[in-house]
């Protein structure tokens, strides 16, 4: 009587482990799709940023002519963190995006200069292929890009091309954007249908602006042209349209490499029309207020990579604004070393020299919502920090 218990057992015990089999080779084969999908996809997001601070000193700070000693944040890099993904949709073609917020390493909050917005370094999505790319959302303008790869100083976010134009290190809201690269060759070309907010109905040129960016590189040697114009936008209490304010600018620019040296050459000029200003073009001489609407600027600059992990690069720039002699001069002396290929240290020093009414500090020119250097006195700026890489 026990002995057919003892093979219904057996038949059950087999069933049960061909039943366990069965579900364990149906996860396996959905796991093994699953995997099989992620990798035709072959996508990807990686987190990355920069910490950047430093202590940093500043003389004639304020109409007293006292010193100011601070913590400062995005100094030669502006802090940040951000998303990138790229998802590779098959035949050459890729879905790209990136989302990137900037913020204050002294005090954890959003970067100032980005008005409160989340992402307001860069939000875009688009498409990339062997074509170019295609990007909408909140980017970077061309005169960025180009300052990028021209500017001596590498756009850097404290003393340098910055401080006679912001417009270097400019990004706009609502932006269509192309870029091309074929070999040696770089085209790119955006347009923005409000540069710093919403579209408003029946107010086409509010806020527009656009541009172009050419530049060529081959060997130790690359140059490049760019072109941004912007309309004005509506503004003040009650609102004021001033869409119909317009400023152009144009600039080029040069670089040759030799040995661990490398020079460069800039040219930008600007020009305000229809009641737009130029920073720094308003200026009081003597109790005569002066407006300039156009201006030429110039810098000449040198990078030098004295070792692997150490390198120096210097920079002076000159503006000249046009029917006012308010002329200023700014100079940039930086070391870097490396402690690794992420974290560096660093030290800057930036010298201005006003006259004739010019009031140029070395973190930019003095308006009435900032405390910097007063008209005809020069400023000396010295930062030391660290910066890391991730």
Same mark, same amino acid.
């Given at each position: 009587?026990?002995?057919?218990?003892?093979? &219904?057992?057996?038949?059950?015990?087999?069933?049960?482990?061909?039943?366990?089999?069965?579900?364990?080779?149906?996860?396996?084969?959905?796991?093994?799709?699953?995997?099989?999908?992620?990798?035709?996809?072959?996508?990807?997001?990686?987190?990355?940023?920069?910490?950047?601070?430093?202590?940093?000193?500043?003389?004639?700070?304020?109409?007293?002519?006292?010193?100011?000693?601070?913590?400062?944040?995005?100094?030669?890099?502006?802090?940040?963190?951000?998303?990138?993904?790229?998802?590779?949709?098959?035949?050459?073609?890729?879905?790209?995006?990136?989302?990137?917020?900037?913020?204050?390493?002294?005090?954890?909050?959003?970067?100032?200069?980005?008005?409160?917005?989340?992402?307001?370094?860069?939000?875009?999505?688009?498409?990339?292929?062997?074509?170019?790319?295609?990007?909408?959302?909140?980017?970077?303008?061309?005169?960025?890009?180009?300052?990028?790869?021209?500017?001596?100083?590498?756009?850097?976010?404290?003393?340098?091309?910055?401080?006679?134009?912001?417009?270097?290190?400019?990004?706009?809201?609502?932006?269509?954007?192309?870029?091309?690269?074929?070999?040696?060759?770089?085209?790119? &070309?955006?347009?923005?249908?409000?540069?710093?907010?919403?579209?408003?109905?029946?107010?086409?040129?509010?806020?527009?602006?656009?541009?172009?960016?050419?530049?060529?590189?081959?060997?130790?040697?690359?140059?490049?042209?760019?072109?941004?114009?912007?309309?004005?936008?509506?503004?003040?209490?009650?609102?004021?349209?001033?869409?119909?304010?317009?400023?152009?600018?144009?600039?080029?620019?040069?670089?040759?490499?030799?040995?661990?040296?490398?020079?460069?050459?800039?040219?930008?000029?600007?020009?305000?029309?229809?009641?737009?200003?130029?920073?720094?073009?308003?200026?009081?001489?003597?109790?005569?207020?002066?407006?300039?609407?156009?201006?030429?600027?110039?810098?000449?600059?040198?990078?030098?990579?004295?070792?692997?992990?150490?390198?120096?690069?210097?920079? &002076?720039?000159?503006?000249?604004?046009?029917?006012?002699?308010?002329?200023?001069?700014?100079?940039?002396?930086?070391?870097?070393?490396?402690?690794?290929?992420?974290?560096?240290?660093?030290?800057?020093?930036?010298?201005?020299?006003?006259?004739?009414?010019?009031?140029?500090?070395?973190?930019?020119?003095?308006?009435?919502?900032?405390?910097?250097?007063?008209?005809?006195?020069?400023?000396?700026?010295?930062?030391?920090?660290?910066?890391?890489?991730?």
């Amino acid at each position: 009587m026990r002995r057919p218990s003892t093979w &219904a057992t057996k038949i059950s015990q087999s069933v049960d482990k061909e039943s366990v089999d069965m579900k364990m080779k149906l996860f396996a084969a959905a796991v093994a799709a699953l995997a099989a999908g992620g990798a035709y996809a072959q996508s990807s997001v990686t987190l990355y940023g920069v910490a950047d601070v430093g202590l940093e000193y500043v003389n004639n700070a304020n109409a007293a002519g006292d010193d100011l000693f601070r913590m400062s944040s995005g100094n030669q890099s502006g802090s940040r963190w951000g998303l990138r993904g790229v998802e590779d949709l098959g035949g050459g073609l890729k879905g790209v995006f990136v989302l990137e917020s900037g913020f204050d390493l002294d005090t954890g909050s959003n970067a100032t200069s980005q008005g409160g917005r989340l992402f307001g370094r860069q939000a875009y999505v688009g498409l990339q292929s062997q074509f170019g790319s295609l990007l909408l959302g909140r980017q970077q303008t061309s005169f960025y890009d180009f300052g990028l790869q021209f500017d001596p100083m590498a756009i850097s976010s404290r003393y340098g091309i910055l401080s006679q134009d912001s417009a270097f290190a400019s990004r706009a809201d609502n932006t269509v954007k192309y870029i091309g690269k074929f070999g040696g060759l770089t085209a790119s &070309a955006f347009y923005s249908f409000n540069n710093n907010g919403q579209e408003v109905a029946g107010a086409f040129r509010r806020g527009q602006q656009y541009g172009a960016l050419v530049s060529y590189a081959a060997g130790p040697f690359a140059v490049g042209a760019a072109y941004d114009e912007i309309h004005g936008s509506t503004t003040g209490t009650p609102p004021v349209d001033a869409s119909g304010q317009r400023t152009r600018r144009a600039t080029v620019g040069a670089n040759y490499a030799f040995g661990p040296a490398k020079v460069y050459a800039g040219y930008r000029w600007a020009k305000a029309f229809d009641g737009a200003a130029l920073t720094g073009g308003t200026t009081v001489d003597n109790g005569v207020l002066t407006t300039s609407t156009a201006s030429n600027l110039y810098w000449l600059g040198l990078g030098y990579q004295l070792t692997p992990a150490f390198s120096l690069s210097g920079a &002076a720039y000159y503006q000249d604004f046009r029917k006012s002699e308010a002329d200023p001069w700014q100079f940039v002396i930086t070391a870097d070393y490396a402690l690794s290929k992420r974290t560096d240290v660093y030290t800057s020093l930036s010298y201005t020299l006003n006259d004739k009414g010019s009031a140029l500090g070395v973190n930019g020119f003095n308006t009435a919502t900032t405390t910097n250097v007063q008209a005809n006195k020069d400023q000396f700026g010295a930062v030391v920090g660290l910066r890391h890489k991730f």
